[in-house]
Protein backbone atom coordinates (compact mmCIF):
# COMPACT_ATOMS: atom_id res chain seq x y z
CA UNK A 1 0.00 0.00 0.00
CA UNK A 2 1.18 3.61 -0.56
CA UNK A 3 1.80 6.59 2.11
CA UNK A 4 -1.40 7.03 3.70
CA UNK A 5 -0.87 10.57 3.70
CA UNK A 6 0.63 13.21 0.70
CA UNK A 7 1.25 16.80 0.50
CA UNK A 8 -0.99 17.45 -2.34
CA UNK A 9 -3.94 15.49 -4.24
CA UNK A 10 -4.78 16.61 -7.95
CA UNK A 11 -7.99 16.71 -8.92
CA UNK A 12 -8.02 15.63 -12.80
CA UNK A 13 -11.06 17.11 -14.55
CA UNK A 14 -11.81 14.17 -17.75
CA UNK A 15 -13.83 16.19 -20.68
CA UNK A 16 -14.77 13.45 -23.02
CA UNK A 17 -18.36 12.11 -24.93
CA UNK A 18 -19.28 16.33 -24.93
CA UNK A 19 -19.70 18.90 -27.00
CA UNK A 20 -16.76 21.37 -27.17
CA UNK A 21 -19.37 24.06 -26.47
CA UNK A 22 -20.16 21.66 -23.21
CA UNK A 23 -16.31 20.93 -22.33
CA UNK A 24 -15.76 25.14 -21.83
CA UNK A 25 -19.29 25.75 -19.79
CA UNK A 26 -18.27 22.57 -16.95
CA UNK A 27 -14.75 23.95 -17.09
CA UNK A 28 -16.28 27.69 -16.12
CA UNK A 29 -18.39 26.19 -13.46
CA UNK A 30 -15.75 23.74 -11.91
CA UNK A 31 -12.20 25.36 -12.00
CA UNK A 32 -11.77 26.89 -9.11
CA UNK A 33 -11.87 23.14 -7.60
CA UNK A 34 -10.05 21.43 -10.37
CA UNK A 35 -6.18 21.41 -10.91
CA UNK A 36 -5.88 19.62 -14.25
CA UNK A 37 -8.27 19.43 -17.26
CA UNK A 38 -8.20 16.75 -19.46
CA UNK A 39 -9.37 17.08 -22.71
CA UNK A 40 -10.55 13.44 -23.52
CA UNK A 41 -9.59 11.00 -26.75
CA UNK A 42 -12.83 11.18 -27.70
CA UNK A 43 -13.43 15.46 -27.59
CA UNK A 44 -9.65 15.34 -29.52
CA UNK A 45 -11.08 13.25 -32.06
CA UNK A 46 -14.34 15.16 -32.79
CA UNK A 47 -12.51 18.44 -32.24
CA UNK A 48 -8.43 18.51 -33.24
CA UNK A 49 -6.03 19.00 -31.23
CA UNK A 50 -7.12 23.14 -31.42
CA UNK A 51 -9.32 22.35 -29.02
CA UNK A 52 -6.58 21.91 -26.07
CA UNK A 53 -4.94 25.05 -27.74
CA UNK A 54 -8.22 26.70 -27.01
CA UNK A 55 -8.48 25.66 -23.74
CA UNK A 56 -4.95 26.41 -22.25
CA UNK A 57 -5.14 29.72 -23.96
CA UNK A 58 -8.66 30.31 -21.26
CA UNK A 59 -7.30 28.68 -18.75
CA UNK A 60 -3.68 28.86 -18.80
CA UNK A 61 -2.81 28.61 -15.34
CA UNK A 62 -4.09 25.03 -15.18
CA UNK A 63 -2.17 22.00 -16.26
CA UNK A 64 -3.79 20.99 -19.85
CA UNK A 65 -3.86 16.76 -20.28
CA UNK A 66 -3.90 16.38 -23.94
CA UNK A 67 -5.39 12.34 -23.89
CA UNK A 68 -3.67 11.23 -26.95
CA UNK A 69 -3.32 7.18 -25.56
CA UNK A 70 -0.56 7.56 -28.19
CA UNK A 71 0.69 3.99 -29.18
CA UNK A 72 2.84 4.86 -32.04
CA UNK A 73 4.55 7.67 -33.50
CA UNK A 74 5.55 8.96 -30.26
CA UNK A 75 8.09 12.22 -31.36
CA UNK A 76 5.21 13.28 -33.89
CA UNK A 77 2.24 13.02 -31.50
CA UNK A 78 3.99 14.38 -28.46
CA UNK A 79 5.21 17.28 -30.24
CA UNK A 80 1.66 17.99 -31.67
CA UNK A 81 0.09 17.77 -27.63
CA UNK A 82 3.02 19.81 -26.29
CA UNK A 83 2.95 22.92 -29.42
CA UNK A 84 -0.90 23.18 -28.17
CA UNK A 85 -0.08 23.78 -24.91
CA UNK A 86 -0.53 20.64 -23.20
CA UNK A 87 1.50 19.93 -19.75
CA UNK A 88 0.72 16.51 -20.50
CA UNK A 89 -0.12 14.09 -22.91
CA UNK A 90 -1.03 10.27 -22.53
CA UNK A 91 0.93 7.08 -24.33
CA UNK A 92 -0.26 3.60 -23.72
CA UNK A 93 1.87 1.15 -21.54
CA UNK A 94 2.19 -1.15 -24.74
CA UNK A 95 3.54 0.70 -26.98
CA UNK A 96 7.40 -0.28 -28.16
CA UNK A 97 9.88 1.08 -26.30
CA UNK A 98 10.67 3.51 -29.02
CA UNK A 99 6.96 4.79 -28.61
CA UNK A 100 7.87 5.75 -25.11
CA UNK A 101 11.32 7.03 -25.25
CA UNK A 102 10.38 9.26 -27.99
CA UNK A 103 8.17 10.52 -26.45
CA UNK A 104 9.76 10.76 -23.13
CA UNK A 105 12.81 12.53 -25.03
CA UNK A 106 10.18 15.41 -26.16
CA UNK A 107 8.74 15.90 -23.21
CA UNK A 108 12.05 16.68 -21.12
CA UNK A 109 12.69 19.58 -24.28
CA UNK A 110 9.15 21.04 -23.72
CA UNK A 111 10.23 20.21 -19.98
CA UNK A 112 6.44 19.21 -19.84
CA UNK A 113 5.33 15.51 -18.75
CA UNK A 114 4.44 12.10 -19.78
CA UNK A 115 1.80 10.40 -18.33
CA UNK A 116 1.56 6.44 -19.19
CA UNK A 117 -1.94 4.64 -19.36
CA UNK A 118 -1.86 1.23 -17.79
CA UNK A 119 -5.16 0.32 -19.21
CA UNK A 120 -5.32 -3.68 -20.02
CA UNK A 121 -1.55 -4.24 -18.43
CA UNK A 122 -1.71 -7.16 -16.49
CA UNK A 123 2.07 -7.39 -15.68
CA UNK A 124 4.09 -5.92 -13.43
CA UNK A 125 7.62 -6.44 -15.37
CA UNK A 126 6.06 -4.12 -17.69
CA UNK A 127 5.79 -1.47 -14.76
CA UNK A 128 9.60 -2.04 -14.06
CA UNK A 129 10.69 -1.41 -17.44
CA UNK A 130 8.71 1.73 -17.64
CA UNK A 131 10.40 3.06 -14.81
CA UNK A 132 13.95 1.80 -15.75
CA UNK A 133 12.92 3.95 -19.53
CA UNK A 134 12.57 6.89 -17.45
CA UNK A 135 8.68 7.32 -16.61
CA UNK A 136 7.64 8.82 -13.53
CA UNK A 137 3.71 8.91 -13.74
CA UNK A 138 1.36 6.63 -14.76
CA UNK A 139 -2.56 6.41 -14.47
CA UNK A 140 -3.94 2.71 -13.33
CA UNK A 141 -7.04 3.21 -15.75
CA UNK A 142 -10.22 0.91 -15.05
CA UNK A 143 -11.89 1.63 -19.04
CA UNK A 144 -15.24 2.78 -19.95
CA UNK A 145 -16.43 -0.51 -21.54
CA UNK A 146 -14.93 -2.72 -17.95
CA UNK A 147 -17.02 -0.22 -15.93
CA UNK A 148 -20.26 -1.60 -17.84
CA UNK A 149 -19.52 -4.95 -16.23
CA UNK A 150 -17.93 -3.75 -12.90
CA UNK A 151 -17.27 -1.26 -10.48
CA UNK A 152 -13.65 -0.21 -9.42
CA UNK A 153 -11.76 -2.43 -7.80
CA UNK A 154 -9.05 -1.28 -5.19
CA UNK A 155 -7.21 -4.02 -6.54
CA UNK A 156 -6.13 -2.44 -9.45
CA UNK A 157 -3.30 -1.10 -7.03
CA UNK A 158 -1.87 -4.65 -6.84
CA UNK A 159 0.11 -3.63 -9.99
CA UNK A 160 1.96 -1.00 -8.70
CA UNK A 161 1.74 -1.85 -5.23
CA UNK A 162 5.67 -1.70 -3.94
CA UNK A 163 7.28 -0.01 -6.88
CA UNK A 164 8.76 2.94 -5.18
CA UNK A 165 9.35 6.42 -7.28
CA UNK A 166 6.31 6.28 -9.71
CA UNK A 167 3.14 9.16 -9.25
CA UNK A 168 0.11 6.84 -9.39
CA UNK A 169 -2.76 8.91 -11.33
CA UNK A 170 -6.42 6.68 -10.87
CA UNK A 171 -9.68 6.28 -13.32
CA UNK A 172 -12.72 4.46 -13.79
CA UNK A 173 -15.69 5.80 -12.82
CA UNK A 174 -15.55 6.96 -9.81
CA UNK A 175 -17.90 9.10 -7.85
CA UNK A 176 -18.49 10.56 -3.94
CA UNK A 177 -19.09 7.12 -2.59
CA UNK A 178 -16.32 5.67 -4.18
CA UNK A 179 -13.56 8.55 -3.79
CA UNK A 180 -12.93 7.72 0.01
CA UNK A 181 -11.63 3.91 -0.82
CA UNK A 182 -9.24 4.91 -3.08
CA UNK A 183 -7.93 8.25 -1.19
CA UNK A 184 -6.91 5.81 1.43
CA UNK A 185 -4.17 4.50 -1.52
CA UNK A 186 -2.96 8.18 -1.35
CA UNK A 187 -2.43 8.88 -5.18
CA UNK A 188 -0.82 11.39 -7.04
CA UNK A 189 -4.27 12.75 -9.11
CA UNK A 190 -7.48 11.30 -9.08
CA UNK A 191 -9.40 11.59 -12.65
CA UNK A 192 -12.84 12.10 -12.32
CA UNK A 193 -15.03 12.36 -15.73
CA UNK A 194 -18.66 11.73 -15.72
CA UNK A 195 -19.64 12.21 -11.81
CA UNK A 196 -18.73 15.60 -12.29
CA UNK A 197 -19.41 15.78 -16.10
CA UNK A 198 -23.14 14.60 -16.08
CA UNK A 199 -23.98 16.07 -12.51
CA UNK A 200 -27.33 18.28 -12.17
CA UNK A 201 -24.57 20.37 -10.74
CA UNK A 202 -21.20 19.87 -11.62
CA UNK A 203 -19.89 22.81 -9.36
CA UNK A 204 -21.43 21.22 -6.53
CA UNK A 205 -19.58 17.62 -7.10
CA UNK A 206 -16.71 19.30 -7.51
CA UNK A 207 -16.53 21.46 -4.63
CA UNK A 208 -17.47 18.08 -2.40
CA UNK A 209 -14.71 16.00 -4.03
CA UNK A 210 -11.74 18.57 -3.85
CA UNK A 211 -13.03 18.92 -0.35
CA UNK A 212 -12.78 15.47 0.54
CA UNK A 213 -9.07 15.33 -1.20
CA UNK A 214 -7.93 18.13 0.90
CA UNK A 215 -9.35 16.95 3.80
CA UNK A 216 -7.39 13.34 3.28
CA UNK A 217 -4.01 15.52 2.61
CA UNK A 218 -4.41 18.28 5.59
CA UNK A 219 -4.82 21.02 2.91
CA UNK A 220 -7.67 22.85 4.04
Known sequence: MRDKKVKSMNLQLALDRLTEARCFEIVQQVDKYVDWIEI????????????????????????????????????????????????ITTVMAFSEDKTILDSLEIAQKFNKNIMVDLLGLKNRERIYELKNMGVQLVSLHFGKDSQQQTKFNLRMFDLVKGISGLKIAVAGGIDLQSLSRILSESPYAIIIGSAITNADNPQKVAYEMKKTMNSHTGAL
Open 40 to 87: GTGVIKEYGIRIVAKMKEKYPDKWIVADMKTCDAGKHEALQAFQAGAD
